[in-house]
């Protein structure tokens, strides 16, 4: 079993839907909780950054956090097909050095 | 946001040529970078740690000797794939660690023939 599971998708949704995309993870030690944004031949874009149960908002994404559970999502609202791109949610503990766990990744696409 | 570019963006190679990738945080210094190799629709793969001024820490399966990093700067580092092979055909991503978490290039694609 991988420590970070995510659905590869693809997701393929409308222009303006609202995206969910999530992430579950095994290791009760990671405490810090990412989400890369990855275009075809680019390089991951850091979207969001949270260590803490709850949400985060940053304009049009939410990212939530539930530890208890071992779940995290990130919601697109007003999804745009400038936002196809693959997803990927990543992870560390507290004292990894930044080590990094990734999920596999989901690949979204919205359709005009 | 922090910036951190690569270079070359594409690379194509002949078998058994070395091929060098840069790796430079472009406003911030990072004493760690990181390197990772990314296959089609694949997730990134953590190839080695490099850390300024020593030697870089391979993951397991890494050939230290056929992937040569070095970090002399606290903004550069370099990836060196010795006698390439059309096997080492790969997307190579870079990312600078900073407190909160990495910063990840632009990615090099390399196409050995």
């Known amino acids: 079993q991988k420590e970070v599971e995510q659905d590869p998708g693809p997701l393929s949704v409308p222009e303006g839907a609202i995206v969910s995309l999530n992430c579950t993870y095994s290791n009760s030690a990671f405490q810090y909780f990412m989400w890369y944004r990855q275009y075809s031949r680019k390089g991951p874009e850091l979207l969001m950054y949270t260590y803490s149960s709850g949400n985060k908002e940053d304009g049009r994404f939410t990212a939530q956090v539930d530890k208890s559970s071992k779940y995290i999502s990130l919601f697109i609202r007003d999804s745009q097909p400038s936002d196809s791109a693959t997803y990927l949610c990543?992870?560390?503990?507290?004292?990894?050095?930044?080590?990094?766990?990734f999920g596999g990744g989901t690949r979204l696409m919205v359709k005009p | 946001g922090a910036v951190v570019s690569q270079h070359p963006s594409w690379v194509i190679c002949k078998s058994g040529t070395s091929v060098k990738i840069e790796c430079r945080s472009l406003?911030?210094?990072?004493?760690?970078m990181f390197w990772y190799r990314q296959f089609p629709k694949q997730s990134l793969m953590l190839m080695a740690t490099s850390n300024e001024g020593s030697k870089a820490t391979y993951e397991q399966g890494v050939e230290k000797d056929k992937f040569l990093i070095n970090h002399a700067s606290l903004t550069l580092s370099t990836l060196t794939v010795t006698s390439a092979h059309p096997e080492d055909s790969s997307f190579y991503i870079c990312s600078a660690n900073l407190p909160d978490t990495q910063y990840f290039g632009p990615g090099t694609r390399l196409t050995v023939l």
């Open positions: 990543a992870m560390r503990e507290s004292n990894a050095g930044n080590m990094l766990t």
């Open positions: 406003d911030f210094q990072a004493t760690t």
